[in-house]
């Protein structure tokens, strides 16, 4: 199997050290930036009562959300390669705060879509990039493991603010719930703070001034142009033409589709079949308690000697467990059962989402990972707008959750199956071109060989033709 790309930093990363505070950073980040989207399904019954939206309908709030948080990657990389990651997400966590805060003075869903869905969206898109960049930064040898611990922050935040949002929408309403969770969000600039930059080593002694002094008007030319630079550079489509990227997306594209629209309307689902409603919310805690310790256990174990090598196959099995679980969800009936679904879809999901941006770098390497999650990200946020209201539209039009689930783990299922043929063909075509390549260049040092001693004969010969003629004039001088 071919090894993953090369990094080529310029300095060797910590893998430790304030390296793990940033992790704790971009843990409380990631967070808020996946469990918040999935944590507001809590407020979608009231909020669909009041305003008198249909299923459909109200799972454009979460969708938007998410889809927007996925486009606004290659900005959010760019500015993150200008600013810092610290700054970003200490401005993602302003905007966030704001977007909840506002969200809870709504009268339409459309306003809700705005606040909620666009603001609020592109506040988790500057979370999400800055925490995975400065990771991808600080972490090398040890970076399947601080990822895995990062991405558990979702499970982590889902399994605390399911039932606080629960609690709340009980003694506040779907308003006062919405402006107390802006309050909560804010703690991401907190995190924000802990992301400090990298230092390479061989910059921490050295304190001399720089004697070059640059003129204002070139200065600002200067910056002008290297943000040209990154702007076409973290939009690069030329990473269409790698194999293993287009593979890696198609897959991914085909999870991101169906895997939030079960969260979204799990509890729903759970109340439709008589399960109360705080036992329906706290479905999402069983999942997200599961999935807190699933995600790093699953970075320990991609990060062994025998797993990391085959991390994508890894991967394509993680995706088909995953569909799995809602393929079978529609046969179960009672609340026990649900219990022990919303476990499995813990442990798929969070095998998943430990391990789905660790491939990315894995193919890519760091050095390419920030433009690289850009494009995914822009790319995956089609399906993400579109998964949850395809699955509400269904639900509208059959009555019928069932459908939901059975959309969802076909394709999800579908998906795992692609990566992992397709990835074989992947690594067999790899070899094959390294095998064409190592006998192209047997052949040319065969031939610079066969040069060499011909050139070396023609010299031998020369110099056996100078060495006769030169016998023959001294005999015919001693004659």
């Not at 704790?24 to 967070?31: D, E, N, R």
């Not at 997400?89 to 869903?109: D, E, H, K």
């Not at 991405?151 to 308003?175: D, E, H, K, T």
Request: glycine share 10%; aromatic share 14%; proline share 5%.
């Amino acid at each position: 199997m071919s090894p993953a790309p090369k990094d080529v930093l310029g300095y060797k990363p910590p893998d430790g050290g304030w390296g793990w505070m940033v992790v704790f950073g971009a843990h409380i980040s990631i967070g808020f930036a996946y469990s918040t989207p999935k944590a507001l399904s809590i407020f979608f019954k009231e909020i669909q009562m009041d305003l008198g939206a249909s299923y459909s309908e109200i799972a454009w709030i979460s969708s938007i959300m998410l889809a927007v948080m996925y486009a606004g990657g290659p900005v959010s990389s760019v500015l993150v390669t200008r600013f810092g990651s610290r700054p970003i997400v200490m401005t993602g966590g302003l905007m966030c705060g704001v977007s909840m805060a506002t969200a809870s003075f709504g009268s339409s869903i459309i306003y809700l879509y705005f606040c909620i869905g666009i603001i609020g969206g592109c506040g988790l898109s500057l979370n999400l990039n800055a925490s995975l960049t400065i990771i991808s930064k600080y972490f090398l040898v040890k970076r399947p493991l601080a990822n895995g611990l990062a991405m558990a922050g979702s499970p982590v935040f889902l399994c605390f603010l399911a039932p606080v949002n629960q609690y709340l929408l009980a003694r506040f309403g779907w308003r006062g719930s919405l402006l107390i969770l802006g309050g909560m969000m804010l703690n991401c600039c907190v995190a924000g703070a802990l992301m400090r930059p990298v230092t390479p080593p061989d910059k921490w002694t050295s304190f001399a001034p720089q004697t070059k002094v640059e003129q204002p008007n070139e200065h600002n030319t200067k910056i002008k142009r290297n943000f040209g630079r990154n702007a076409k550079k973290f939009l690069d489509l030329s990473f269409f033409k790698d194999r293993g990227f287009v593979i890696y997306l198609i897959g991914n594209v085909m999870f991101i589709f169906g895997a939030y629209a079960p969260i979204v309307f799990l509890s729903a689902y759970a109340i439709n079949q008589g399960v109360e409603k705080y036992s329906a919310a706290y479905l999402l805690s069983i999942m997200g308690f599961v999935d807190m310790f699933i995600r790093p256990a699953t970075g320990l174990i991609a990060n062994s000697k025998w797993i990391r090598p085959r991390i994508q196959y890894f991967f394509s099995f993680a995706m088909v467990f995953n569909g799995t679980c809602h393929l079978l969800c529609p046969l179960i009936k009672s609340y026990v059962f649900l219990v022990v679904y919303a476990a499995f879809f813990g442990i798929g999901f969070g095998m998943v989402f430990a391990l789905i941006f660790e491939c990315l770098m894995d193919l890519m390497g760091s050095q390419r990972f920030p433009s690289a999650v850009g494009l995914v990200t822009i790319v995956e946020c089609f399906p993400m707008l579109l998964g949850p209201p395809a699955a509400g539209l269904l639900v509208d039009v059959f009555g019928d959750y069932k459908y939901l689930f059975f959309m969802c783990g076909s394709v999800i299922m579908t998906g795992g199956l692609f990566l992992f043929v397709m990835n074989i063909y992947n690594y067999h075509m790899l070899d094959k071109e390294k095998a064409a390549k190592n006998n192209e260049q047997g052949q040319k040092d065969t031939e610079n060989q066969d040069q060499e001693k011909a050139a070396s004969w023609i010299w031998c010969l020369r110099d056996y033709t100078i060495f006769r003629e030169c016998l023959t004039l001294y005999a015919q001088v001693l004659g």
